[in-house]
């Protein structure tokens, strides 16, 4: 689209982010001595709630047997995307980052465009005991948000991003249908916004500029308001360069450092003032 062919993966990074969140959750059963009988790890994967629902309806009573889906068990999946005006950044603000391809180039992206993407998480549980032992490891977290640092960009590794995830509600529903015989499912839905931004293509730009040149004139026309600099000599120059020594160590004695050619954006260089008045 637009002449230009990019994918930074950053919506499937964000939908990563969300399986991982709920990936561990593990609930204890408990026996009449009030002891533990039993550790289940709960397992979760992407899809709709509608695709369970239809597996567990389909075989009924054997629903583990036939297909070894156990419950407990949890899904998500995302179920919408918006534009977020109110986190709009400016528009031409730039993200620019050291280039590897040679020492003079950068990296460079326009700030994201920003998005709510609407998440589903569903609990299936057989009893209610299992439901609620699941979600105190969940709801505690989210008040009413939990924010998540990921690094958004794979060309920018030293980028990272904080990503809040809000909690917006839970709905809990009773599958209970026919007669006594029919599995039970109880389904908790868990509903999320995470505060997403989708990044354009990340540019590499060259040209870095390794020295700054500031002359500094004094008026000394007659009063009548043109500044004509013609043959003036400048009243001060200040010259502004990075300061790398031999060693590689940031240093601002101009008398050791190297040339400015000679030192990269990616060095850990200081800056040298240097103010001559004319």
């Known amino acids: 689209m637009f002449g230009q062919k990019f994918y930074n993966g950053i919506i499937r990074k964000y939908v990563i982010m969300m399986g991982t969140l709920f990936n561990k959750i593990e609930i204890d059963r408990i026996n009449a001595a009030g002891s ?56 031409t603000k730039q993200i620019n980052s050291p280039g590897s391809r040679d020492t ?6 326009y ?6 993407i609407g998440f589903q998480v569903s ?37 990272r991003t904080d990503i809040p995830v809000i909690f917006n509600g839970l709905n809990t529903e009773d599958t209970y249908e026919g007669d006594y015989e029919t599995r039970r499912v109880l389904i908790h839905t868990l509903d999320f916004t995470l505060k997403g931004y ?11 500029i390794n020295t700054a040149n500031s002359q500094l004139f004094v008026d000394t026309s007659s009063g009548e308001g043109v500044f004509d600099l013609t ?14 020594d031999v060693s590689r160590n940031p240093t601002t004695n101009n008398e050791i450092t ?13 800056f040298i003032v240097n103010k001559t008045d004319g």
């Open 111 to 116: 700030t994201p465009t920003p998005f709510d």
């Open 104 to 109: 003079k180039s950068f990296k460079s992206v």
């Open 231 to 244: 043959n003036e000599e400048f009243a001060s120059e200040i010259v502004v360069v990075p300061g790398l």
């Open 36 to 91: 533990v009988a039993q550790t289940l790890r709960v397992p979760i994967s992407y899809g709709p709630k509608e695709r369970f629902l239809a597996r567990i309806e389909a075989v009924g009573q054997d629903l583990e047997r036939k297909v070894g889906f156990k419950l407990p068990a949890m899904s998500f999946e995302m179920t919408s995307f918006q534009y977020a005006p109110e986190r709009r950044l400016s528009p």
């Open 123 to 159: 609990v299936y549980v057989k009893n209610a005991e299992d439901g609620v032992r699941i979600l105190e490891q969940i709801l505690p977290y989210f008040s009413p948000e939990f924010t998540v640092t990921i690094k958004p960009l794979d060309d920018i590794p030293d980028l």
């Open 258 to 270: 190297l040339p400015p050619d000679d030192i990269s954006a990616n060095d850990n260089f200081d």
């Open 198 to 208: 989708v990044y354009g293509p990340v540019r590499y730009k060259s040209g870095i």
